[in-house]
Structures are given as structure tokens and as C-alpha cells.
């Protein structure tokens, strides 16, 4: 079992709606949560990041976070098609002077149709 | 200002030839991390450079790769004897030192090896 779970879609939406990504995760030593875009032959771009449990919101995009059910969410409202791009969770420790390298869900594909 | 570069942006290569790709980080970036991101593997880390700290080499995949970093600038991550399984996308991301969790990435490295 990998220590993060993504679903890989497609998911396919309207303009307009509202997202729902989610992964979850097996290793409670996670600390800190990111959400990273990555289009077609790009590198992965940060959005945002939360640490620990509860919500940060950032324009258009809700990250949350439960860490009692090792489950995080991205919630983009008003979609646009400009969003059309893969999704990756990402996740690290507090490990003070250790490497912090970030564990990655395998992305999922959204499309969003105009 | 300018983010992380890295170069070629595309490598085709035959079996058993070495490849040197090279990154450059965000300046003032201490931290410096390699992944790799494969089909049906995801996002995998491979190395992490701390300022001169011993690197932590702990996600190479056989002694084939190698990397170097001189001091907090550039890093080259070298791959002896290519095989086919090498064929993957190259990422290089840095971070200021203790906020691992918010890595930079660069637009990556295609390797292509037949």
C-alpha cells in the first residue's frame, strides 16, 4: 500500500463548478500538506500549503486538512478551464534537521469543459 | 524572479551512454531536491542537498545515479550506463532551508532512452 493515495481521475466538470479533490494517507508522522498544478510537460507548481488540521483558503482554492482521518481535500469553486491540469497532494514530517522530501499521490487529471 | 531552471529540457540517449542534467536553483534556495516522475510511478524522490551538509542519497535507485551540488548553486545529477527503465521526467526543486515543504520545481528534464 503506497503511504498516499490519489484517485487518478479523469474528472471531467462543467465551467463554473465546484472541485472536490482528495487524498488520503497512512504515515500520522505528516505533518505538513501541499497541493501542487501541474500542466501538460511542465514542472509542478505550488498552490498552496496547510499544516496540521483545518482549512486555508487562497482565492478560488479551500485546502483542508483532518489529520484524525489522514484525509485531505483541494476545493476549487467557480472552476475555469484554464484549470484544466494535474492535481498532486504532497506531504512531508517535521523532521528538524532531516531531509524534508515530499511523498507525492500519483495526480489527478482534471478537465474542465467550457 | 527567476525560479528554477534546468537543462537540456530534453535528452534522447542511447542504452549504456552516460547523461550529466543540470539544475539551478531560486537564489538563496539552501535546499536543493531531486525526484523523478515516472508513468504509473508518480513523483519520487531521489536526493537532497542542505547547504554543505552530507547529502541525503537515500531515494537513488542503484549506484548508476550520482549527483553533485558546489556549495548552494548549481547541482548536476549524472546517470551512468542508461538503461531503459532511466526513461522518466527529471524534476530538481529547492527550498529555503527548514521549509521543505514548499519546494519550487523546475519545468524538468525529459529522458528518453532507446
Known amino acids: 500500500q503506497k503511504e498516499v493515495e490519489q484517485d487518478p481521475g479523469p474528472l471531467s466538470v462543467p465551467e463554473g463548478a465546484i472541485v472536490s479533490l482528495n487524498c488520503t494517507y497512512s504515515?500520522?508522522?505528516?505533518?505538513?500538506f501541499m497541493w501542487y498544478r501541474q500542466y501538460s510537460r511542465k514542472g509542478p507548481e505550488l498552490l498552496m500549503y496547510?499544516?496540521?488540521?483545518g482549512n486555508k483558503e487562497d482565492g478560488r482554492f479551500t485546502a483542508q486538512v483532518d489529520k484524525s482521518s489522514k484525509y485531505i481535500s483541494l476545493f476549487i469553486r467557480d472552476s475555469q478551464p484554464s484549470d484544466s491540469a494535474t492535481y498532486l497532494c504532497?506531504?512531508?514530517?517535521?523532521?528538524?534537521?532531516?531531509?524534508?522530501?515530499?511523498?507525492f499521490g500519483t495526480g489527478t487529471l482534471l478537465a474542465v469543459q467550457p | 524572479g527567476a525560479g528554477v531552471s534546468q537543462s537540456p529540457s530534453n535528452k534522447v540517449t542511447e542504452k549504456g551512454k552516460d547523461v550529466e542534467l543540470r539544475c539551478d536553483p531560486i537564489?538563496?534556495?539552501?535546499?536543493l531536491y531531486w525526484y523523478r516522475q515516472s508513468l504509473g510511478q508518480g513523483l519520487e524522490f531521489l536526493i537532497y542537498?542542505?547547504?554543505?551538509?552530507?547529502?541525503?542519497k537515500s531515494g537513488l535507485p542503484s549506484d548508476r545515479f550520482s549527483a553533485e551540488r558546489t556549495g548552494e548553486s548549481v547541482s548536476t545529477l549524472t546517470i551512468q550506463r542508461t538503461q531503459q527503465e532511466d526513461s522518466a521526467v527529471y524534476l530538481c526543486a529547492s527550498s529555503l532551508a527548514g521549509t521543505g515543504r514548499e519546494q519550487y520545481f523546475g519545468p524538468g528534464t525529459r529522458l528518453t532512452v532507446t
Open positions: 496547510t499544516y496540521s488540521s
Open positions: 537564489s538563496g534556495h539552501t535546499a
Open positions: 504515515n500520522s508522522a505528516f505533518q505538513y
Open positions: 542537498f542542505q547547504g554543505n551538509s552530507a547529502p541525503d
Open positions: 504532497a506531504m512531508t514530517g517535521n523532521y528538524g534537521g532531516a531531509t524534508n522530501k515530499l511523498i
